[in-house]
């Protein structure tokens, strides 16, 4: 087995998912000093341009018609032979639906560990894994002489993933796909949102602290001061006081804004780990013991109606000035 890490590349509708990049930084981070490679693995149709901001040492292409949208029968197929004529030392996929789909058969199929919710690894070989729905944090030995790793997003940073020059590009021949048992029928695309909150630069983020419906217009107020966009926990969302798209979480969006303003939010993992790409994350909360503070650059214990109102007269004071 080699010292090389290869990333299985996630990519939809003509975009590198963000995953992609956070794996390529965590990669990167785990072949330091041992003389690894770092490898994309990028199959597609007409794809071979989404490698141009990989931060790879080498990209492996692989080009078919049936590989132009997701489909795990293709995808096995492919990486199977790949993996095993070069013996990486650890294989990444994301902790998403896509590498869930493949994971556990290529784990199978290759007689190979399986290491999964891994929020970190390290040079020394070390990794960090999610358990119990993010509520405990499990450290260990990346298993010898080969794994397979679905990474989550936390400590490695997607802008850490991404190459200022195209990486250098190997066209793969794949094995004959004609034999497939299942096949895409149409792409269902979801209706468009409001706004695209991962690409926000400033979000106000509301949870159970709010209370009620009729507080968010509050959050609302202080948005429109601040040149935001209100955002939301779970709680707040399944109470239909926002719209899923402004779902801030695990099951909702992903974000990275320069400022992340939590309001009543206590940090549930499903929530904190969706958040770690935020540049400056400031936490109002009038528990002393919630989970935000831990991962917030500022915070005040205080009840959010207190602080809500006179922070927006503040800003707008500020921006009439």
Known sequence: ????????????????????????????ELVQGSGGKVVAILLGHKAKDLSTDLSADEVLYVEHADLQDFIPDAYQAVLLPLIKQNQPRVVLLGN?????DIAGGLSVALDLPLVSSCRQLMSDGKFVCQICGGKILAEGNLPEPATLV?????????????????????????PALEALRTHLS???????????????PVLISVGRGIQNKDNVELAEDLAKALG????ASRPVIDQ???????????????VKPKLYLAIGISGAPEHVEAITDSETIIAINQDPAAPIFDLAKYGVEIDMFEL??????KVKAARGA
Do not use: N
């Open 240 to 254: 239909s006081w926002l719209a899923t798209s402004r779902l801030v979480g695990k099951s909702g969006k992903h």
């Open 150 to 174: 679905t990474m989550t997003p936390g400590v490695h940073r997607s802008d850490d993933g991404k190459a200022a020059a195209p990486p250098h590009v190997t066209d793969v021949q794949p």
């Open 308 to 313: 809500i109102e006179v922070l927006t007269a």
């Open 1 to 28: 087995m080699g010292a090389d890490a290869y990333v299985v590349i996630e990519h939809l509708r003509g975009q590198v998912a963000d995953i992609s990049y956070v794996m390529l930084a965590a990669a990167r």
């Open 186 to 200: 149409k792409y269902i695309e979801p209706e468009a949102a409001d706004v695209d909150i991962s690409k926000e």
């Open 96 to 100: 998403t639906t896509i590498g869930a």
């Open 228 to 231: 935001g966009v209100v955002t």
